[in-house]
């Protein structure tokens, strides 16, 4: 243990938090917010909605089942991670495993940091770490390594994070019958193998691509990081798809994007809403579904116009987690049907935006 360094994690309060090193040996900045899952680090650490931010693992032990190896679908899609790397800034756990099994396993989840030159600290106690994010909210944070750069507190939240995780360039993945446009503001790549098991052709576009030029049956919205606010030209674009009235369907951040395309408000979380255990409800039901989250930004449903209305509510704090229009063939939900390694019971989601499209 004595040949780890030392490094610290501060808060913007001035906490401090000391550990070791088990990452990349760098210093960085952004917001540092917390997840409470037991399993699915590798999705966690791919997943596009992380980029900017911190992340603090509340489950003890870390690192045990190692990261898997980088297989392929037939589309030419990893198989085992959200997207093609590493988008959380650094990594914060209390026990790091430093034997890890599991019969998918390439190599640790160390090894991985280092190579994606991101920087992980352990033996920390994210207990009391997490009880500082519960009690004060998510707040910026940074690491900084033994004999390192200092470095100053950054909030991710005012760059534009989805131009930085959004593809470039169009790409089209599929041969199905029904034609999808997936508007990528830091697509996971589930929502995209949801998709495909449909019978879809999916054209993945940039963020600030204007999508309504092209022939398309439906019109996927992706996740992605950081406030919707920044997306005003994604949002533009929604408002002339609703007006063309083919069926949308929504997720995380796409929900968000849809609400203010619709005209209502957003607004930012104390702490966000992340990992696995999230109950929602669904108006007019008595249905509830535990879900899979990663968000820091919330629809103000006081704000939504007469002919939209929430199409699920967040059980712990009342929170929008879906919008519907009351009338037309569009949809959304901040939660994620799509998720890999959490509950999959709302995947039939996506059975429901094709049937729109079919009808």
């Known amino acids: 243990m004595s040949d780890f360094k030392k490094i610290k994690l501060t808060l913007e309060d001035g906490t401090v938090f000391e550990g070791k090193s088990f990452g990349y040996e760098t210093s960085v900045a952004g917001?540092?917010?917390?997840?409470?899952?037991?399993?699915?680090?590798?999705?966690?650490?791919?997943?596009?909605?992380?980029?900017?931010?911190?992340?603090?693992?509340?489950?003890?032990?870390?690192?045990?089942?190692?990261v898997p190896v980088n297989e392929?679908?037939?589309?030419?899609?990893?198989?085992?991670?959200?997207?093609?790397?590493?988008?959380?800034?650094?990594?914060?756990?209390?026990?790091?495993?430093?034997?890890?099994s599991h019969w998918n396993a390439q190599k640790s989840l160390g090894e991985w940091l280092k190579e994606n030159k991101v920087p992980g600290i352990f033996d920390v106690d994210t207990r009391a770490l997490t009880k500082v994010l519960r009690e004060k909210g998510a707040m910026l944070g940074k690491i900084e390594i033994e004999g390192g750069p200092a470095?100053?507190?950054?909030?991710?939240?005012?760059?534009?994070?989805?131009?930085?995780?959004?593809v470039k360039e169009k790409m089209t993945f599929g041969n199905g019958s029904k034609r999808i446009v997936l508007v990528d503001t830091g697509a996971k790549f589930n929502i995209l193998r949801c998709l495909l098991r449909r019978d879809t052709t999916v054209t993945v576009v940039p963020w600030d691509y204007d999508f309504t030029q092209e022939d398309y049956d439906?019109?996927?919205?992706?996740?992605?990081?950081?406030?919707?606010?920044?997306?005003?030209?994604?949002?533009?674009?929604?408002?002339?798809?609703?007006?063309?009235?083919?069926?949308?369907f929504g997720i995380c951040l796409g929900n968000q994007l849809l609400g203010l395309a619709a005209g209502a408000?957003?607004?930012?979380?104390?702490?966000?809403?992340?990992?696995?255990n999230h109950p929602v409800i669904e108006?007019?039901?008595?249905?509830?579904?535990?879900?899979?989250?990663?968000?820091?930004?919330?629809i103000d449903l006081a704000t939504l116009p007469d002919e939209w209305e929430a199409s699920y509510v967040n059980?712990?704090?009342?929170?929008?987690?879906g919008i519907r229009h009351k009338s037309k063939p569009f949809f959304s939900t901040q939660f994620h049907p799509e998720a890999s390694s959490g509950p999959t019971d709302t995947e039939k989601l996506f059975d429901k935006f094709v049937d729109l499209i079919r009808k």
Do not use: W
Not at 73 to 98: C, M, Q, R, T, W
Not at 224 to 246: F, L, S
Not at 283 to 298: D, E, L, V
């Open 151 to 166: 470095v100053d507190f950054h909030d991710p939240n005012k760059d534009n994070l989805v131009d930085m995780v959004s």
């Open 218 to 248: 439906g019109l996927m919205l992706s996740n992605g990081p950081g406030d919707p606010q920044m997306c005003g030209v994604t949002i533009a674009n929604i408002r002339k798809a609703i007006a063309i009235g083919k069926p949308i």
């Open 72 to 100: 392929k679908d037939a589309n030419d899609i990893p198989l085992f991670y959200e997207s093609d790397k590493i988008h959380i800034s650094g990594l914060v756990i209390s026990d790091y495993s430093f034997e890890y």
């Open 315 to 321: 059980i712990n704090d009342g929170t929008c987690e």
């Open 283 to 298: 108006n007019g039901t008595t249905h509830c579904y535990i879900t899979s989250q990663n968000h820091g930004f919330a």
């Open 31 to 66: 917001e540092v917010v917390f997840n409470t899952a037991m399993t699915g680090y590798p999705e966690s650490l791919t997943d596009p909605s992380y980029k900017g931010q911190i992340l603090v693992s509340t489950f003890p032990l870390i690192g045990n089942y190692g």
């Open 265 to 276: 408000t957003t607004f930012k979380l104390k702490y966000g809403h992340r990992a696995h």
